[in-house]
């Protein structure tokens, strides 16, 4: 209904180029690097797999690597947990039939994945990626972030789950392999790393809060503060650090989404009345 405007609209001052629905920060250099991959096969016409699907196979793959891990906000991850996977001849994940956007019950409505739908917009403002024609071009910058996972990840790793993409299956042995390309396993100082450090702390434009924002999430780190209670420490402290400008945003957002609670609670108390009204009239 577009009630929580406000709040998007603020969260994009406080942290463009990152949502609430772009959970993990490594997604964007796999994309990048996944893109990167793609383009060199399609050169040397080794795969006919289109590209939408590559990168849904990719999403479904590490869904899978990072099954039972407790960790949240992966693509996927419901289909996983939920065991819709197709599992075929020699305990063979089947990503092709569980991805591939022809597929009856796939993990991933959308047809470019996720990644189309909730993090490109994401790339495109860190100048990553541009979409043309429908088909997706990896800019300099992406290419500069493809080669920092090239070089943070080891080879063997990466041509592994470049086959299991192109062959559309993954064996149990292999999503073991992989791990280490899971979301949570980013190696810290890694050339990988380093660059999504550059992404968060460049300068950006003036009205920008973002380096302001990831300054006073560190200090709440470092006083002990979950980042799970991040926007009610600061609605809460708000008159208590020197960065007011991006204290008073995030005290700004806490209130916006209060408010919004409210309303929607009191909308769906009036849906509801209706409906036993409905009743009634029966």
């Known amino acids: 209904m577009g009630i929580q405007n406000s709040s998007v609209a603020t969260y994009g001052k406080l942290?463009?180029?990152?949502?609430?629905?772009?959970?993990?920060?490594?997604?964007?250099?796999?994309?990048?690097?996944?893109?990167?991959?793609?383009?060199?096969?399609e050169i040397s016409k080794k795969t006919d797999v289109h590209q939408y699907n590559f990168i849904r196979r990719a999403e479904l793959?590490?869904?899978?690597?990072?099954?039972?891990?407790?960790?949240?906000?992966?693509?996927?991850?419901?289909?996983?947990?939920?065991?819709?996977?197709?599992?075929v001849d020699d305990d063979l994940y089947d990503l092709e039939d569980g991805a591939d956007y022809n597929s009856e019950d796939k993990y991933w409505t959308y047809i470019t994945g996720a990644f189309g739908q909730y993090y490109l917009g994401s790339l495109i403002y860190y100048d990553l990626v541009k979409i043309d024609q429908g088909r997706f071009y990896l800019l300099e910058h992406g290419k500069e972030l493809a080669d920092a996972v090239r070089?943070?990840?080891?080879?063997?790793?990466?041509?592994?789950?470049?086959?299991?993409?192109?062959?559309?299956?993954?064996?149990?042995?292999?999503r073991v392999e992989l791990l280490p390309l899971g979301l949570n396993k980013l190696e810290k100082y890694s050339e990988e790393w380093n660059y999504l450090n550059f992404l968060l702390t460049k300068k950006d434009n003036a009205s920008s809060l973002r380096r302001e924002t990831v300054l006073l999430m560190l200090n709440d780190l470092e006083n002990s503060i979950s980042k799970?209670?991040?926007?009610?420490?600061r609605f809460l402290n708000v008159d208590k650090d020197d960065n007011y400008e991006a204290a008073f945003g995030w005290y700004f957002y806490y209130l916006c989404e209060a408010f919004h609670f409210c309303i929607e609670s009191v909308f769906c108390f009036i849906l509801n009345e209706i409906d036993d009204l409905n009743r009634d009239c029966r």
């Open 15 to 41: 942290l463009p180029g990152l949502t609430n629905l772009t959970g993990h920060i490594r997604y964007y250099s796999l994309y990048c690097w996944l893109l990167s991959e793609y383009d060199n096969l």
């Open 61 to 87: 793959a590490l869904a899978l690597i990072m099954k039972d891990q407790n960790v949240g906000s992966v693509v996927g991850a419901l289909f996983v947990t939920q065991q819709r996977y197709n599992i």
């Open 151 to 174: 070089k943070s990840v080891d080879e063997d790793t990466r041509v592994l789950f470049i086959e299991c993409l192109k062959e559309g299956a993954m064996s149990e042995d292999e």
């Open 228 to 233: 799970n209670n991040f926007v009610e420490h």
